[in-house]
């Protein structure tokens, strides 16, 4: 099960601590990364973190 931030109202994959707006997009990246040692690139570019980290650039 991915953890649910209430006050932020987001889900987080419990593996990478990456957040996602969407719980299925969490689940995809927490089930992904418990079974694999590395990041998927093309789940992780949907986490907030790397949402937000474009949008600053
Ligand atoms: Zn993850």
Request: proline share 0%.
């Amino acid at each position: 099960m991915v953890y649910f931030d209430k006050e932020k109202r987001l889900y987080m994959c419990e593996v990478c601590k990456l957040h996602y707006t969407k719980k299925e997009d969490a689940e995809k990246c927490q089930k992904w990364c418990s079974s694999h040692d590395s990041c998927n690139l093309s789940i992780a570019r949907r986490s907030v973190e790397a949402v937000s980290r474009r949008s600053h650039i």
